[in-house]
Each structure stands twice: as structure tokens, then as C-alpha cells.
């Protein structure tokens, strides 16, 4: 088939049983793995991300375009390196490098705190190990 492929992409969750609008709660490292495993699967003629409230998943948004307009630069540095440039230049050098840690122990708490997961029919609190997650998010 000569038409090709692409990828729609989501940052942000508009729907029940709650929206998640006002915080983005994709993760970089999700989002990087899964459009690294589509540009490697031969996906690479159209990416379009939804966003919603682009404020939110300003730096989701940035690294989205930047692996849309060259993987190869994001891949050398990857997800780590990448956010430390963004707070970097949003914020300075100094307050970077405070900020770092706490961008990624937000990732993580965001990770395991969405309402969707926690819903009776979608969750089971019985089998949840809260000791491994106290742990990852310190």
C-alpha cells in the first residue's frame, strides 16, 4: 500500500472517570521509548501529538518535536540529558540541577497517584505493594 503509516499521540486525558488537563501526567520516558520503537518500526512520515493544554506538557510537546525533527540528537543525550537541557534553559543552570530530582520524583508520584488507577474495577488494592512505591518515589 503506496499511502504509509503514522502515529497520533496523546499527552493529555480529556474523559472519565477524570481529566487530567491541568497536570500532564504522560511520562518522557514512555513517551520516548514508545516513539523511539515507532520511528524504529518505520513510522516516520507523520507524528501528531495531542496535547490539549499545551502548558502542561510543555516539555512532553518539546520532546515529541524534537525526536519528530531529528531522533538521532535526542537518542545521543536521551530522556535524561534532554530535560536537563529544557530546565537548563528555562531556568538557569543552578536552579536546574535542584530542579532535576524533583521533576523526576513528580513523574513517578504522578505515575502512581491518576484516579483511573486507583478506581475499584480497575485497581486492586489487595495486591498493591505501597512499601515499593514509598520506595521508587524517594
Not at 520516548?32 to 510537546?61: F, H, S
Not at 513523574?107 to 489487595?126: C, D, K, N
Request: neutral net charge; proline residues 4%; aromatic residues 18%.
Amino acid at each position: 500500500r503506496p499511502g504509509g503509516n503514522g502515529i497520533y499521540y496523546h499527552v493529555s486525558y480529556w474523559g472519565r472517570p477524570h481529566d487530567y488537563l491541568w497536570l500532564s501526567t504522560a511520562s518522557p520516558y514512555l513517551l520516548y521509548q514508545q516513539m523511539k520503537q515507532a520511528y524504529e518500526k518505520g513510522i516516520r512520515q507523520m507524528w501528531i501529538l495531542n496535547v490539549g493544554d499545551i502548558k502542561p506538557a510543555e516539555y512532553q510537546t518539546e520532546l515529541f518535536m524534537d525526536m519528530a525533527w531529528n531522533i538521532g540528537r535526542v537518542q545521543q543525550t536521551g530522556v535524561t540529558g534532554h530535560l536537563s537541557h529544557f530546565l537548563s534553559r528555562e531556568f538557569g543552570t543552578v536552579s536546574a540541577s535542584a530542579l532535576f530530582p524533583l521533576w523526576n520524583s513528580a513523574i513517578a508520584a504522578i505515575s502512581f497517584s491518576l484516579y483511573s488507577i486507583f478506581i475499584y474495577y480497575t485497581y486492586s488494592f489487595i495486591h498493591m505493594d505501597f512499601l515499593s512505591i514509598c520506595i521508587i518515589i524517594e
